[in-house]
């Protein structure tokens, strides 16, 4: 089932939207396009004058214009403090966010960034790759608690409605593929708990605030010894620690998955200190995202991402609600 959480354009029509955006900038910045990917929005490398670059054209009815020049604001921000984050190039009229106004006469945004080099660790890497991605986390965070906004500063709200009720940003978790209905009411009474344990938890500053929202490793970049950070497009109001959740993305079912928990605990603990507090709530928080990204799989069944999990993620996503709501272990792993 697909949604208005998905863009319903075809390649082709994205393509041509993205060629209008690009004919914006500069002749040095011209050159030639193709799509990387479609998830949240379309991704295209471009090639010009022997460099690359990543366009990103945004799906309709997710984030206003000025929540991508928060985003930005904030990408600025961390470049000044020497973490490596793309950054927006201008047009030839000094704009840094397009506006595409489609035949229908809805609106479509596009950002043309610099292209970030590095490599990009799997899932298969040594363990300890997630502490890295503890560590940039833990300063991001770090970052985020500290920085005094720009005026009008806006940006998506992740909270327990907005991840995991109907009215979601994702959709319905419903709606995964796979998902037998007669196991819909264990999802239930996980969500009814989780709701329980964050509303006791609350949204204190030192625990709620500004994160990327989607830090895997897929989004992490190493080159040189450095460690750089992309795809910020869902960067918003939530727990500090969903940004562990993220982390092991569609993956929680892996038999590792406890051990690159443990090393992204590990990573973050170098750089800043987890409360027990939040310790405790990991695996609210855990299970929360597999239930965020039920959702997500429902309204983007035909990506690749979602055509890659197979006929039994779903199964996987019941069988750790119950491990949430029947035992005290983590909610991943085998």
Not at 17 to 25: E, G, N
Not at 41 to 54: C, I, M, Q, S, W
Not at 213 to 225: F, P, S, V
Not at 299 to 309: D, E, G, K
Request: glycine share 8%.
């Amino acid at each position: 089932m697909m949604t208005s959480q998905y863009d319903d354009l075809t390649n082709a029509a994205l393509l041509a939207l993205a060629h209008r955006a690009l004919s914006r900038y500069p002749a040095a910045l011209q050159g030639k396009l193709s799509l990387l990917c479609r998830s949240e929005n379309a991704t295209f490398l471009l090639e010009a004058a022997g460099k690359r670059y990543a366009l990103r054209l945004h799906r309709g009815n997710y984030h206003q214009r000025a929540d991508i020049l928060s985003e930005l604001h904030w990408l600025d921000a961390l470049r000044e403090t020497g973490i490596v984050v793309p950054q927006a190039l201008a047009d030839r009229q000094g704009q840094n966010v397009q506006d595409l106004r489609l035949a229908d006469g809805s609106l479509r945004h596009a950002v043309l960034f610099d292209w970030i080099e590095g490599e990009m660790p799997g899932t298969d890497v040594d363990p300890r790759a997630f502490q890295d991605l503890g560590q940039i986390t833990a300063r991001l965070h770090q970052h985020s608690k500290s920085w005094q906004k720009p005026a009008g500063f806006q940006r998506i709200i992740w909270d327990h409605h907005t991840m995991v009720s109907p009215q979601s940003h994702w959709g319905d978790w419903r709606d995964a593929p796979g998902l037998p209905r007669a196991d819909c009411g264990v999802v239930e009474q996980a969500i009814v708990r989780i709701g329980e344990e964050l509303a006791g938890f609350g949204k204190d500053p030192s625990r709620y605030g500004l994160i990327h929202a989607d830090l895997r490793l897929t989004n992490l970049l190493q080159h040189k010894g450095e460690t750089r950070v992309i795809d910020f497009d869902d960067c918003g109001m939530g727990w500090y620690l969903h940004d562990l959740a993220a982390a092991i993305s569609f993956v929680e079912h892996h038999p590792r998955a406890a051990e690159w928990i443990e090393n992204w605990i590990k990573g973050y603990e170098q750089v800043a200190h987890i409360s027990d507090a939040e310790l405790a709530l990991v695996p609210t928080l855990l299970i929360q995202r597999r239930i965020q990204l039920l959702a997500w799989v429902g309204s983007h069944a035909q990506t690749a991402m979602a055509l890659s999990l197979g006929p039994q993620w779903a199964n996987h996503s019941v069988r750790l609600c119950h491990r949430y709501l029947e035992t005290s272990e983590l909610p991943v792993g085998a």
